[in-house]
């Protein structure tokens, strides 16, 4: 079967997708992945990003393009606002993991997604960030996630459907529960 009459759902091949499943299920060092990038400050608040490659069982692998994410802050916070912001960046990938879950889970279910948006926001006191307040924490006190989906299924399989992206994705799962970050410091 050629790529171009793979069955796709959502978008997704579904063949190749049970055959991860399946490969996962069978040798379990197949799941794993460490993936990163490297990050450069060019001044005040603006830095860059760069992805180059990740690793999967092991093995350096390339990305066929090298993705470039730029951050910056507004005005107001003493930036160019040139990019959006870390936080903004935050809520994209919890926006767009959690999106992703959904729609893969949906297709290996068989379920037929139409539609899908996402509407996010972060409170952040910057009385926290700026260490006025030692009761105030730095990072965000909520995060507020509207999704709004259009599938043309029942109210079971909906209520199904709603819940696949919390439960199966890996950013949403790493802000929900929280994730031990090792911090080492070099002179350079």
Same mark, same amino acid.
């Given at each position: 079967?050629?790529? !171009?009459? @793979? ?15 399946? #490969? ?14 490297? +990050? ?5 608040? @603006? +830095? ?8 999967? #069982? ?9 993705? !470039? ?45 139409? @539609? ?46 709603? +819940? ?11 802000? @929900? +529960? ?11």
């Amino acid at each position: 079967m050629t790529v !171009e009459t @793979r069955k796709r759902t959502n978008g997704v091949e579904v063949e190749r997708l049970h055959e991860t499943v399946s #490969a996962v299920k069978e040798k379990s060092d197949v799941g794993f992945f460490t993936f990163g990038l490297a +990050n450069q400050w060019l001044d005040g608040a @603006r +830095n860059r990003s760069q992805v180059t490659s990740f690793e999967h #069982a092991s093995q350096a692998v390339q990305h066929e393009n090298k993705f !470039e994410l730029a951050a910056d802050e507004p005005d107001i916070l003493l930036g160019n606002d040139s990019a959006a912001n870390p936080v903004e960046h935050l809520l994209h990938a919890l926006a767009s993991c959690l999106t992703t879950s959904m729609v893969y889970h949906a297709a290996a279910r068989g379920i037929p997604v139409e @539609r899908v948006e996402s509407a996010l926001e972060a409170d952040l006191d910057l009385r926290g960030f700026l260490g006025l307040d030692p009761t105030v924490r730095t990072g965000c006190q909520q995060i507020r996630l509207k999704l709004r989906i259009k599938a043309n299924v029942d109210e079971e399989q909906f209520q199904e459907l709603s +819940n696949l992206g919390p439960t199966f994705s890996s950013v949403f799962d790493s802000l @929900r +529960n929280g994730v031990p970050i090792a911090v080492d410091v070099e002179r350079i």
